[in-house]
């Protein structure tokens, strides 16, 4: 373990460079909502940065669920792989689940960005179930939160990568408004369960307590941006 943590301190670092040098300065709301102990961080996905300022705002080792594209990058991709990141892989979804849960019950904090996407500033994407199921697998509190950076603090990088084209949106100067929610649980009467008659009405529950925990995002972003004004 020590050995990782070299690796994601590694990380750390870059992500305190970079932030020295793109980022005015940090407003963050709500300090006293941090619980302590493993939870689930849920955000939204303006910018491929905001991430970046969450390990100085939660003091312990965080594990991102990270798109398997970036593992394969050269020298990046090796130091997230052993900074203990977890990769999700379209179509395997299952396991990255597993390996998030993995990291909770050894006490440990996951991130997730349940839009699986940026959203470049715009409305939240459709976000995945993925969160959800991990909070009612390991009963760890979802701890929401909503990121604005002014549109013109931003700037937008197309490349291509892996035979696709990517567009990336990065804070490139200017402050960043963070604003942190109450933990939150689903529902106690919410249940997975393996039993085929009843997929659909799971899938259903599901559905409806992802969509709560994004409106709580999204009442973030609007608080947030109202502290940019």
């Not at 959800?132 to 603090?153: D, H, M, N, R």
Request: glycine share 8%; aromatic share 10%.
């Amino acid at each position: 373990m020590a050995q990782l943590d070299i690796w994601y301190n590694l990380t750390v670092a870059f992500a305190r460079s970079y932030m020295a040098l793109f980022m005015e300065s940090i407003h963050v709301q709500g300090y006293s909502n941090i619980p302590r102990g493993p939870k689930i961080i849920v955000a939204n996905h303006p910018n491929a940065t905001d991430g970046f300022v969450l390990p100085f705002i939660f003091r312990e080792k965080l594990h991102y669920m990270v798109e398997e594209d970036l593992f394969r990058l050269p020298i990046l991709g090796k130091i997230i792989k052993l900074a203990d990141q977890i990769p999700v892989q379209i179509g395997r979804g299952r396991e990255a689940l597993r390996m998030a849960q993995e990291k909770i019950n050894m006490g440990h904090s996951v991130v997730i960005f349940p839009e699986g996407h940026l959203n470049h500033g715009e409305a939240l994407r459709r976000a995945g179930t993925g969160a959800t199921i991990l909070a009612l697998q390991t009963k760890a509190p979802v701890v929401p939160i909503g990121f604005y950076v002014p549109a013109e603090s931003t700037k937008t990088f197309i490349r291509h990568m892996f035979d696709r084209t990517t567009v990336g949106r990065w804070q490139w100067g200017g402050k960043l408004y963070m604003t942190i929610g109450e933990p939150w649980l689903p529902g106690a009467s919410a249940t997975l369960t393996d039993a085929k008659d009843n997929l659909d009405r799971q899938y259903q529950s599901l559905r409806l307590l992802t969509e709560h925990m994004m409106d709580r995002v999204s009442e973030l972003v609007a608080q947030a941006n109202s502290m940019a004004r």
